[in-house]
Structure formats: C-alpha cells, structure tokens
C-alpha cells in the first residue's frame, strides 16, 4: 500500500471522531491577494512521515517569529504522521493568513478549516480524482476559502487550469506515491502554466536560488516548511531571495 491509499483509509478512520466544527469567530482573507506578486508561505509541520522534524518550537513562538518575513502559514492538522491540531490555525490566524494543510477528503473536514479560522485549504488532486477534487474545490469557494488544489504533474495541472474560480494549483515537487522530491520537475510543470493560473510549487524549497527560480517563472509564491521548521532564521533570506527576483520583473 503506498502512502496516499494508508493516509485516505486513517483520514476515514479519523472522521467518526473529527470535532464538530465551531462557529468562525475571525473574517476571511482574501488568500491569493494575501501573497502579492509573490509571497513565502512558511509550514508549520512538526513531524512527516519520513520522521519527527522539530517538536521543541511552539506554534506561537514559530509564527511571531517569522510573520514579518512571510506572507502566509500553511498549519498541518493531520495528527499522525505530522503531529498537527486544528487548534494550531487559529494560532497562525492572529499573525498572518492560513492555509489548513491535510489530506481532505469530505466536506466535513472543510467545514472544520472554515471554523478554526482558515482562509484556504488543501485538496490533492491524486487523492480524491478529478470529480471529488472539484466538487470540493467548489464547495470551499462557496465557503469563501480559497482551495489549493495540488498536483504533481503537467497534464493534472493543465486540467485543473481549467477549472476557473479562484483556485491556486499547488504544484508538489513530492511524488506523494514514493515521497520522493523532485524540485526540477516542479519547475517543468510550472513552465507548462505559466500565465494560465495561480500556482504555488510546495516542497524542496530550501534555498534562495530556488525561490527566484520560481519567482522567475511567474509562480505565486513559494510553501517551506522543514528547512524553515529547522531554521526560522532563514525566512528572512527567502524573503529577501523573492524581492529581488520582483525588483527584476
């Protein structure tokens, strides 16, 4: 079984226990005008499947430290494999937009991501097929969430190009089947949309090169998390990385 067919069967083993979704008590933010030309998208992930990454940082600490230097967080809420909570959204909420990152499969779960003060949310495309990834994608819109649809090659990124509405692809440079990384042909998939849509290109990213990398092939922005769970400092330089690359376009 690869990781995606385990991680859907514990997502419907979870739902019997998911919480009821409180009533929002924070307005919506426009995500996609949260990130500008270009914006860094800093995760807070404490864990994955390849291991723990870092459990010594609190949430509160992770966000007032990097808020200045991104223009998002993406909160992982999927408990086991990446030790998130849901409560963590409303944490990154008070500093800056967020986006809830997990393996969604139902409309429940983006009832929940409205609740805990989500602005976006996560819906991988190879997970729940073409049908089910749209039908959710339009059901967070009618929530006012922006759905980031994510996808890991040329020809599911051009389908969901399709799609209109104000969806951001997110383009993944990890096969979610090996858990591989491969941030070149993420960039080929990027090269594939370019002025078609928003996207994003999560995972890989670690160094200032790739962000004006991305930056320079038109992307919206840019998703860290373990080199930033790792290193807080280094927003700053990916910051600064993305300012430059503007600067020149």
């Known amino acids: 079984m690869d990781f ?10 979870r739902a019997a226990a998911e919480p009821l979704p409180p009533p929002r008590a924070v307005p919506l933010v426009d995500f996609a005008r949260a990130l500008g030309e270009f914006g860094v998208i800093a995760e807070y992930k404490r864990s994955s499947p390849r291991g723990l990454i870092r459990l010594d940082l609190p949430p509160w600490t992770y966000f007032a430290e990097l808020s200045a230097h991104v223009s998002a967080f993406s909160v992982l809420t999927e408990p086991f494999w990446f030790l998130g909570d849901y409560r963590f959204i409303g944490i990154a909420k008070a500093f800056k937009p967020a986006l809830m990152k997990d393996f969604v499969i139902s409309k429940r779960q983006i009832d929940i991501a ?7 949310v ?3 495309y190879k997970l729940v097929g073409r049908e089910a ?3 959710l994608a339009e059901y967070a819109e009618r929530l006012g969430l922006t759905p980031v649809v994510e996808v890991d090659n040329a020809r599911d990124a051009r389908e969901v190009a399709t799609w209109g509405g104000k969806i951001i692809i997110g383009i993944n440079a990890r096969d979610l089947s090996t858990l591989e990384v491969n941030l070149q042909r993420a960039f080929e998939v990027a090269r594939a949309l370019r002025g078609d849509v928003d996207y994003i290109i999560e995972s ?6 790739e962000v004006e990398r991305a930056c320079e092939l038109h992307a919206k922005g840019v998703l860290v998390g373990t080199a930033l769970m790792k290193n807080p400092p280094l927003a700053r330089e990916l910051k600064a990385a993305a300012e430059r690359c503007l600067a020149r376009r």
Do not use: H, N, P
């Open 133 to 135: 990834a749209m039908e």
């Open 114 to 120: 409205f609740g805990y003060g989500a602005d976006a």
């Open 122 to 124: 996560l819906i991988i």
């Open 4 to 13: 995606l067919s385990a991680v859907k069967r514990t997502v419907e083993l």
């Open 204 to 209: 890989g990213i670690s160094k200032q090169e």
